[in-house]
């Protein structure tokens, strides 16, 4: 196994330690390895490229990494009362349905790469999920509701790039049909 799968699996591995730090509302802490386990996305996505270390074991538990991460805390917080089960419906189902349109691509040969729109969705959904974690601290103090308003543009940034991918893509379930 190489690093970056090792990166990968490590984040994959910090999902279930952001969910005990999360639900015993040890906030700082959730957000920390929340944060922590985010940031590896990148890391190991560098790391593979730069070395050419990309491998399917890679492309499997990437999104799969991701994918655990961002759904775990969406429903902890919804069970939390921090967030609206329709919002994070929206986001998880978005996920879902891009690595399902992924799939079928993969299948026919095709590597559909992400966009920027689905990098800033991510970064936007980090961020407000990292807001969410912390109830909204610092901007609490300040009464802005910046959780609120980060976890709207996530929202409609995950609604945004889940359009441009099935467009632009539209061919490849086309031709799947």
Not at 101 to 107: I, K, M, S, Y
Not at 149 to 171: D, Q
């Amino acid at each position: 196994m190489n690093l970056a799968n090792k990166i990968t699996l490590a984040r994959i591995l910090l999902v279930p330690v952001v969910m005990v730090f999360l639900l015993t509302l040890n906030e700082m802490l959730a957000v920390f390895m929340f944060i922590l386990a985010a940031i590896t996305d990148g890391l190991d996505g560098y790391i593979a490229r730069k070395n050419r270390l990309v491998t399917n074991m890679g492309k499997f538990l990437d999104p799969l990494a991701d994918k655990l991460l961002i759904s775990a805390v969406l429903i902890a917080l919804v069970q939390m009362q921090r967030l609206d089960a329709w919002m994070a419906t929206i986001i998880i189902s978005r996920e879902f349905a891009v690595t399902g349109l992924r799939l079928v691509g993969a299948a026919d040969g095709q590597v559909i790469a992400a966009s920027g729109m689905g990098k800033l969705k991510t970064v936007m959904q980090i961020v407000a999920i990292s807001l969410l974690i912390v109830n909204n601290f610092p901007f609490s103090l300040l009464a802005i509701p910046m959780a609120d308003i980060a976890i709207w543009l996530a929202v409609i940034l995950t609604v945004v790039s889940g359009v441009e991918y099935f467009v632009k893509n539209w061919s490849v379930l086309q031709k799947a049909g």
